[in-house]
């Protein structure tokens, strides 16, 4: 693990270099054990893909004992001894998340630009990005966005060259070798392949987003009439 200042509030912990499962297993247990109990002066943690970024209130952590010229060694060396002996944490079970998404037409327009870029049919891209179960990894760019690993390979497909200037909420897109749905009406350059009813931002519930980093989600193709009978139930 890599410890590095980031500007003068914050401290970056490198837990890998490339974005699988390993790492991200290691970005969650990180961010859990500090979590668990905060260290003095820390104001937020924030895990990413690869790292951890540790926020804290200067004036507190030298309150709490760190020299003003050592602060990132005085606070880097307490990270690093409450990874190495976190706190007894409850183990949290995987959970798995059906999303269900209609294909194509209205809801996904960009389903043949996929299909076309995977010399694949539209159903088979269809058929293959509904098997996969897949990993969400971040949550961020607007509240509730997941960013899905385990995209098939054959389905990556570039972002689009030219932006739209609003995504239709629930859209399902591909990205590159990341797959997503877009919780907001959002600017967004990512291929529209569906369109799920399911809505993941819930600004009145606890928590507000459906879905949170480490969870599982498997897509489930439906008709556009059933879409019609979910997006009345949401």
């Known amino acids: 693990m890599q410890i ?11 837990l890998g270099d490339t974005i699988d499962e390993r790492t991200h ?11 668990a109990a ?11 893909y690869t790292t951890v970024t ?4 200067p004036t507190a952590v030298v309150q709490a004992g760190a020299p003003w010229d050592g602060i990132v060694d005085w606070l880097g060396a307490r990270v690093r001894e409450r990874l190495k002996n976190p706190p007894k944490m409850e183990k949290s079970k995987p959970r798995t998340v059906e999303i269900p998404v209609c294909y194509g037409g209205e809801f996904g327009p960009d389903l043949e630009t996929v299909a076309k870029h995977a010399k694949l049919s539209a159903e088979e891209v269809i058929k293959r990005h509904a ?3 897949y990993l969400v990894y971040v949550v961020g760019f607007s509240p509730g966005f997941p960013y899905l690993g385990g995209l098939p390979k054959e389905l990556a497909t570039p972002r689009l060259t030219k932006p739209r200037t609003s995504v239709p909420v629930g859209s399902v897109g591909i990205g590159g070798l990341q797959t997503g749905i877009y919780p907001l009406a959002t600017p967004g350059g ?9 809505k993941l931002f819930r600004p009145t519930e606890n928590p507000p987003v459906l879905l949170q980093a480490g ?6 193709a439906i008709t556009a009439p059933e879409f019609a009978t979910l997006e009345g139930r949401a």
């Open 25 to 35: 297993k290691r970005v969650q247990e990180s961010w859990r054990a500090l979590a």
């Open 190 to 198: 990512w291929n529209l392949i569906g369109r799920t009813p399911v």
């Open 131 to 133: 098997k996969v179960d």
């Open 4 to 14: 590095t200042p980031l500007g003068d509030n914050a401290l970056m912990l490198e």
């Open 38 to 48: 905060p260290l003095p002066g820390v104001s937020e943690l924030v895990p990413a």
């Open 215 to 220: 969870d599982r989600v498997k897509f489930r």
């Open 54 to 57: 540790v926020f804290y209130d």
